[in-house]
């Protein structure tokens, strides 16, 4: 269908989902609050006694480390923020229960952490659940917090990788082994190598390379992958079509826990990304070839492995939760649907499309200011509201009168 697509269209169909990225970003004000919070925590769990022999670090990791963190659909839902804990060898004598359960305490013996922890402890986390400041939906998010060690060479190789090129590195080396409650060694294997593997910091390496795939121009891509720190606004392609693919997915799922997981959604976007400059392109391309990186095992079961660790597929759990994988071929031929939508529609009937995809409230609130920014931008002469030519069918979607939200 893009093939058929004036250059004007192309470029106003574009600027449309580049807006709607845009404005699934958290603000400045909700970035700030999770840093001081994510500071504040670390300082705290790092300068924990039991632990100050095997220098403990607090980073972050998923989609705050990735910059492809989005705003919850409603306006008291919680942002999503996940930390690791991460220790550079441990205590002979030390299990994944030890650690997880020190780490645990020294929460609890914190006036304000112990009060915020969430009663039910996480499989393979503890979770602080900011709500000090509920009047203010915005300022609500929970804490996800994953005790790890890593061996005693992973300073060492992420200072050699920071200074070679990423063809050069091998991203299992900087692996960590985790603490999960439901593993069978959980309270007895004081081996780390036993212990489940992970790799957060491998993943960010990799995916920062996938956004700057075929464009070297854009030398310092890897800044916009977090270590956090400052707030990064220009955001590559590839950051921006994992970002519109989960707001669809959370539109299309609501709370259902059988939702395909973010995790899946940015491995598979990342692998079919092929370094489009257009977000439109990119975003046609990536959901028409996702489905290309999902494999079989012997046994005919889905894998979609990652890329940085060979013990993992994330779609493991598909086989004892059949609802999760349906839902993600349900959820890939919706979006394939919808955006196809977008792309052929005029006039309101635009608007719709893009409420149905991305929440009718966000809709409303995108289009109400894209009509501002059209009015700016005729009153200084930098635009020709026309039937036919720049702005085309949006041009007159922006100037329609405003009805379809009247309805409800």
Same mark, same amino acid.
């Given at each position: 269908?893009?093939?058929?697509?004036?250059?004007?269209?192309?470029?106003?169909? /574009?600027? +449309?989902?580049?807006?709607?990225?845009?404005?699934?970003?958290?603000?400045?004000?909700?970035?700030?609050?999770?840093?001081?919070?994510?500071?504040?925590?670390? %300082?705290?769990?790092?300068?924990?006694?039991?632990?100050?022999?095997?220098?403990?670090?607090?980073?972050?990791?998923?989609?705050?480390?990735?910059?492809?963190?989005?705003?919850?659909?409603?306006?008291?839902?919680?942002?999503?923020?996940?930390?690791?804990?991460?220790?550079?060898? %441990?205590?002979?004598?030390?299990?994944?229960?030890?650690?997880?359960?020190?780490?645990?305490?020294?929460?609890?013996?914190?006036?304000?952490?112990?009060?915020?922890?969430?009663?039910?402890?996480?499989?393979?986390?503890?979770?602080?659940?900011?709500?000090?400041?509920?009047?203010?939906?915005?300022?609500?998010?929970?804490?996800?917090?994953?005790?790890?060690?890593?061996?005693? %060479?992973?300073?060492?190789?992420?200072? +050699?990788?920071?200074?070679?090129?990423?063809?050069? #590195?091998? +991203?299992?080396?900087?692996?960590?082994?985790?603490?999960?409650?439901?593993?069978?060694?959980?309270?007895?294997?004081?081996?780390?190598?036993?212990?489940?593997?992970?790799?957060?910091?491998?993943?960010?390496?990799?995916?920062?390379?996938?956004?700057?795939?075929?464009?070297?121009?854009?030398?310092?891509?890897?800044?916009?992958?977090?270590?956090?720190?400052?707030?990064?606004?220009?955001? =590559?392609?590839?950051?921006?079509?994992?970002?519109?693919?989960?707001?669809?997915?959370?539109?299309?799922?609501?709370?259902?826990?059988?939702?395909?997981?973010?995790? #899946?959604?940015?491995?598979?976007?990342?692998?079919?990304?092929?370094?489009?400059?257009?977000?439109?392109?990119?975003?046609?391309?990536?959901?028409?070839?996702?489905?290309?990186?999902?494999?079989?095992?012997?046994?005919?079961?889905?894998?979609?492995?990652?890329?940085?660790?060979?013990?993992?597929?994330?779609?493991?759990?598909?086989?004892?939760?059949?609802?999760?994988?349906? /839902?993600?071929?349900?959820?890939?031929?919706?979006?394939?649907?919808?955006?196809? =939508?977008?792309?052929?529609?005029?006039?309101?009937?635009?608007?719709?499309?893009?409420?149905?995809?991305?929440?009718?409230?966000?809709?409303?609130?995108?289009?109400?200011?894209?009509?501002?920014?059209?009015?700016?931008?005729?009153?200084?002469?930098?635009?020709?509201?026309?039937?036919?030519?720049?702005?085309?069918?949006?041009?007159?979607?922006?100037?329609?009168?405003?009805?379809?939200?009247?309805?409800?």
């Amino acid at each position: 269908m893009i093939e058929t697509l004036s250059f004007e269209k192309k470029r106003e169909l /574009n600027n +449309l989902f580049l807006s709607v990225a845009e404005n699934l970003d958290i603000t400045e004000t909700q970035f700030n609050n999770l840093t001081r919070s994510y500071n504040a925590v670390g %300082k705290y769990l790092e300068d924990d006694p039991n632990f100050k022999d095997y220098h403990p670090v607090v980073t972050p990791q998923g989609s705050l480390r990735l910059g492809t963190i989005i705003q919850p659909i409603t306006e008291d839902g919680d942002l999503d923020v996940d930390l690791v804990y991460r220790l550079i060898e %441990k205590h002979p004598s030390w299990t994944q229960k030890h650690i997880k359960q020190m780490v645990g305490q020294r929460l609890k013996t914190h006036g304000v952490y112990c009060d915020m922890l969430d009663k039910k402890e996480g499989r393979r986390c503890w979770t602080l659940l900011y709500r000090q400041d509920s009047d203010n939906a915005k300022k609500r998010y929970h804490m996800d917090i994953l005790p790890c060690v890593a061996d005693s %060479k992973f300073n060492s190789n992420m200072e +050699l990788y920071r200074s070679k090129s990423f063809s050069s #590195i091998k +991203l299992d080396n900087i692996a960590i082994r985790i603490t999960d409650n439901k593993a069978p060694n959980y309270d007895n294997s004081t081996f780390i190598f036993d212990w489940l593997k992970s790799n957060p910091d491998g993943y960010a390496m990799w995916f920062a390379d996938r956004c700057k795939y075929y464009t070297e121009k854009r030398e310092n891509i890897t800044d916009t992958i977090m270590p956090i720190g400052k707030y990064i606004k220009n955001k =590559s392609v590839l950051q921006r079509i994992v970002q519109i693919l989960k707001r669809h997915r959370d539109i299309m799922f609501k709370n259902d826990e059988d939702k395909p997981i973010s995790i #899946i959604i940015t491995t598979l976007a990342a692998r079919a990304y092929k370094g489009e400059d257009s977000l439109l392109e990119g975003l046609m391309n990536v959901i028409s070839a996702m489905e290309n990186y999902i494999t079989k095992d012997q046994s005919g079961n889905y894998v979609i492995s990652n890329p940085t660790n060979s013990e993992e597929n994330f779609a493991d759990k598909w086989p004892t939760h059949p609802k999760r994988k349906e /839902n993600f071929f349900r959820w890939l031929k919706q979006v394939k649907s919808d955006v196809n =939508s977008i792309i052929s529609a005029t006039g309101i009937e635009l608007r719709e499309n893009v409420g149905r995809s991305f929440g009718d409230a966000f809709s409303k609130n995108l289009f109400n200011l894209l009509t501002e920014q059209h009015k700016v931008s005729a009153i200084n002469g930098e635009i020709k509201i026309a039937a036919t030519g720049a702005l085309g069918s949006i041009g007159k979607t922006l100037n329609a009168k405003n009805t379809f939200y009247g309805k409800k």
